[in-house]
């Protein structure tokens, strides 16, 4: 007898999709043969494609998003903040990232996009305004540092050795972006 499939099996599945081939993956059909479900599993929960979708993009926004921050607020500074933050994206391979910013001609997939970028945008800015630098400069850290996650993450991609493996190496790595990103001109 075939597994029974839960609310959240499907949008576990269907983030799965997303990582391989973007938005247009979730489709009824080929996700429920390949999971070896029928149609009528996947509308049981979900009245339509679309609806599924939304929950799979709530269900990145909230673990992708407000997971990773609830982990990162977890240090006591902002500078302590930043590394967690760091060393946490450090650990995720980001298919779903690239294929979701890949997609964003869908409109949900955009509008879900926008929402969590300026959600990340807003988390970084708070931390840097509050290690001392203006707002309008903490912004800027804020998409300097964002610039650096996306591209280790289409780096960790597209040449998977590239970032040093080890602890230690990870560990360097982070302390590096942390030094970009709070260098003041005097260190320069």
């Known amino acids: 007898m075939p597994k029974r499939r839960t609310k959240d099996d499907w949008t576990e599945i269907a983030?799965?999709?997303?990582?391989?081939?973007?938005?247009?993956?979730?489709?009824?059909?080929?996700?429920?043969?390949?999971?070896?479900?029928?149609?009528?599993s996947l509308y049981w929960h979900f009245p339509t494609r679309d609806a599924l979708l939304d929950a799979a993009l709530a269900r990145w926004e909230r673990e992708h998003t407000e997971a990773v921050i609830s982990f990162a607020d977890r240090g006591a500074t902002a500078h302590e903040r930043?590394?967690?933050?760091?060393?946490?994206?450090?650990?995720?391979?980001?298919?779903?990232?690239?294929?979701?910013?890949?997609?964003?001609?869908?409109?949900k997939v955009s509008a879900a996009v926008s929402r969590v970028t300026e959600r990340r945008l807003g988390y970084l800015t708070t931390q840097f305004a509050e290690l001392g630098f203006g707002r309008a400069q903490a912004r800027r850290r804020a998409v300097v540092a964002y610039s650096i996650y996306l591209g280790q993450t289409q780096l960790m991609r597209a040449t998977p050795g590239a970032l040093a493996q080890s602890p230690a190496a990870r560990r360097a790595y982070v302390d590096d972006v942390l030094h970009v990103v709070l260098a003041t001109p005097a260190d320069s």
């Not at 391979?93 to 001609?105: D, F, M």
């Open 15 to 40: 983030l799965a999709a997303i990582a391989e081939g973007g938005a247009a993956a979730v489709a009824v059909e080929p996700l429920a043969a390949r999971v070896g479900a029928t149609k009528g």
């Open 82 to 107: 930043l590394r967690l933050l760091f060393g946490a994206v450090l650990d995720t391979g980001g298919e779903i990232e690239l294929a979701l910013l890949a997609s964003t001609s869908d409109p």
